[in-house]
């Protein structure tokens, strides 16, 4: 009878707790397959959440980005070889020029358009792999278009070869790297994106006295095998933060079209075609604009080396500024400026001191896009989709390679001052992507003042 009422007031006590305590006795309510794992639930619990928190640096997230932004330099500067090959092929070969132009056209191509490739060959054999794959094809491509006796043998080496190796590692590196950061993703990622600046300004000086003494064949080989070895540092750099399962992935999974019903992804690939349209034309026309207005062939030269280095200062300055006022703000100032000083300095631009005050303008605010495409995709869709999400905005950017094709025929066909069409193509190009780019924010946000 005693026993009766002391298990009815047990029951009582047990049923007046409140539904949500967590009652645990150990040894009895434990879950059996914690048990016979040697867990304690809560605890498993606390490990994974300690595991997915971001560590936002520390000495492996910065040899990552260290090994990125050396794979990046590298992958930088060939295209001061179309000068020699001009003059050596001018006498034989009809529109020398423009056949030649078609290789930078071809690398830029198969760089953007190989993402979905590098995704599933990652799916299958892990980053490693995939990043030794790429520096093999980088490498290869380089060494062998020193071999090269006609135009079309530079458009599979240096062209696809090498395109496709240099997407390799970039889209694998950039799929790896964001993990590690949190609040200094954009200056992360804006250091790697530098290595593109640094490229541009370094390896013109390294290649045109290797050039001139031993020719181009060795020059591509030598610069083959630099490649190689500081793409085999990033190789042994690069980790992924958690171990990847390795289950071969379609390309449905790969290019999720999904993404696409996110009405903000839709408007920032606009923007970022927009903006992209009018980035080449002043690195690839100043030179040929400063000779037309009768300047030497060295001052139009030190106008794209000044762009380069300080495309190379702006690509860090994005990082940092968009970790303090939002990815998407610094991107839209950055483009209003690059915008307007193309409408303002450029086209009044007829002598030596004015190009060189618009080449250090705009080479500091027009590269944003390369340190902020990475986040703001990210910030959009999540770690989850951002691959994919990435993957398609620069597979868009192919259409973006052909803005100087454009505006080379807008200028053919106007009948105006000469440049003039480069000039206004480019500078629209960037007010048009700024106005993209507020629509954007506030599809985002509506308060004026927030961080996005």
């Given at each position: 009878m005693f026993g009766k009422k002391r298990e009815n007031s047990e029951q009582s006590d047990v049923s007046e707790r409140p539904k949500n305590e967590d009652i645990t006795v150990p040894g009895e309510n434990d879950d059996i397959s914690s048990t016979r794992s040697g867990t304690v639930p809560g605890i498993d619990q606390e490990k994974d959440d300690i595991e997915d928190k971001i560590p936002d640096g520390g000495l492996r997230a910065w040899l990552i980005v260290l090994g990125a932004f050396l794979m990046v330099v590298t992958s930088y500067g060939t295209s001061v070889m179309q000068d020699f090959y001009e003059r050596q092929w001018g006498d034989k070969v009809d529109d020398v020029q423009l056949q030649l132009s078609f290789v930078g056209t071809f690398c830029l191509i198969f760089a953007?358009?190989?993402?979905?490739?590098?995704?599933?060959?990652?799916?299958?054999?892990?980053?490693?792999?995939?990043?030794?794959?790429?520096?093999?094809?980088?490498?290869?491509?380089?060494?062998?278009?020193?071999?090269?006796?006609?135009?079309?043998?530079?458009?599979?080496?240096?062209?696809?070869?090498?395109?496709?190796?240099?997407?390799?590692?970039?889209?694998?590196?950039?799929?790896?790297?964001?993990?590690?950061?949190?609040?200094?993703?954009?200056?992360?990622?804006?250091?790697?994106a530098s290595g593109s600046g640094i490229g541009g300004l370094i390896m013109p000086f390294i290649m045109t006295p290797i050039n001139n003494s031993l020719g181009a064949g060795w020059t591509y080989r030598i610069v083959g095998f630099i490649c190689l070895g500081c793409d085999l540092v990033a190789c042994l750099l690069v980790r992924d933060r958690k171990p990847l399962s390795k289950q071969r992935k379609k390309l449905s999974e790969i290019i999720r079209l999904d993404i696409f019903k996110n009405k903000n992804f839709r408007i920032w690939g606009l923007g970022a075609l927009v903006q992209m349209l009018g980035y080449y034309i002043p690195f690839f026309f100043l030179p040929s604009y400063a000779t037309w207005l009768g300047l030497s062939s060295d001052q139009g030269s030190s106008l794209v080396a000044v762009s380069s280095a300080l495309n190379f200062v702006g690509r860090i300055?994005?990082?940092?500024?968009?970790?303090?006022?939002?990815?998407?703000?610094?991107?839209?100032?950055?483009?209003?400026?690059?915008?307007?000083?193309?409408?303002?300095?450029?086209?009044?631009?007829?002598?030596?001191?004015?190009?060189?005050?618009?080449?250090?303008?705009?080479?500091?605010?027009?590269?944003?896009?390369?340190?902020?495409?990475?986040?703001?995709?990210?910030?959009?869709?999540?770690?989850?989709?951002?691959p994919s999400g990435l993957s398609m905005i620069l597979m868009s950017n192919i259409i973006s390679v052909f803005g100087p094709n454009i505006a080379s025929a807008i200028d053919g066909a106007a009948g105006a001052e000469p440049y003039f069409a480069y000039k206004m193509f480019a500078g629209v190009s960037y007010i048009v992507a700024t106005f993209v780019m507020i629509w954007l924010k506030f599809s985002l946000n509506r308060k004026i003042f927030t961080k996005v």
């Amino acid at each position: 009878m005693f026993g009766k009422k002391r298990e009815n007031s047990e029951q009582s006590d047990v049923s007046e707790r409140p539904k949500n305590e967590d009652i645990t006795v150990p040894g009895e309510n434990d879950d059996i397959s914690s048990t016979r794992s040697g867990t304690v639930p809560g605890i498993d619990q606390e490990k994974d959440d300690i595991e997915d928190k971001i560590p936002d640096g520390g000495l492996r997230a910065w040899l990552i980005v260290l090994g990125a932004f050396l794979m990046v330099v590298t992958s930088y500067g060939t295209s001061v070889m179309q000068d020699f090959y001009e003059r050596q092929w001018g006498d034989k070969v009809d529109d020398v020029q423009l056949q030649l132009s078609f290789v930078g056209t071809f690398c830029l191509i198969f760089a953007n358009a190989c993402g979905p490739i590098a995704q599933i060959m990652r799916s299958i054999w892990g980053t490693r792999i995939v990043l030794l794959i790429g520096t093999f094809l980088i490498a290869i491509g380089l060494i062998i278009a020193g071999f090269s006796k006609e135009i079309w043998h530079l458009y599979l080496t240096q062209g696809i070869l090498f395109g496709t190796g240099v997407s390799l590692m970039y889209v694998t590196i950039m799929a790896v790297a964001p993990g590690y950061f949190d609040k200094k993703r954009g200056l992360a990622l804006g250091l790697i994106a530098s290595g593109s600046g640094i490229g541009g300004l370094i390896m013109p000086f390294i290649m045109t006295p290797i050039n001139n003494s031993l020719g181009a064949g060795w020059t591509y080989r030598i610069v083959g095998f630099i490649c190689l070895g500081c793409d085999l540092v990033a190789c042994l750099l690069v980790r992924d933060r958690k171990p990847l399962s390795k289950q071969r992935k379609k390309l449905s999974e790969i290019i999720r079209l999904d993404i696409f019903k996110n009405k903000n992804f839709r408007i920032w690939g606009l923007g970022a075609l927009v903006q992209m349209l009018g980035y080449y034309i002043p690195f690839f026309f100043l030179p040929s604009y400063a000779t037309w207005l009768g300047l030497s062939s060295d001052q139009g030269s030190s106008l794209v080396a000044v762009s380069s280095a300080l495309n190379f200062v702006g690509r860090i300055l994005a990082g940092i500024l968009a970790d303090r006022f939002g990815v998407v703000n610094i991107n839209t100032i950055f483009l209003f400026i690059s915008g307007l000083c193309t409408l303002l300095i450029w086209t009044f631009a007829y002598d030596y001191g004015t190009l060189m005050a618009y080449s250090a303008v705009f080479g500091c605010f027009s590269g944003s896009y390369f340190s902020l495409v990475s986040p703001i995709t990210l910030n959009i869709l999540g770690m989850e989709r951002f691959p994919s999400g990435l993957s398609m905005i620069l597979m868009s950017n192919i259409i973006s390679v052909f803005g100087p094709n454009i505006a080379s025929a807008i200028d053919g066909a106007a009948g105006a001052e000469p440049y003039f069409a480069y000039k206004m193509f480019a500078g629209v190009s960037y007010i048009v992507a700024t106005f993209v780019m507020i629509w954007l924010k506030f599809s985002l946000n509506r308060k004026i003042f927030t961080k996005v």
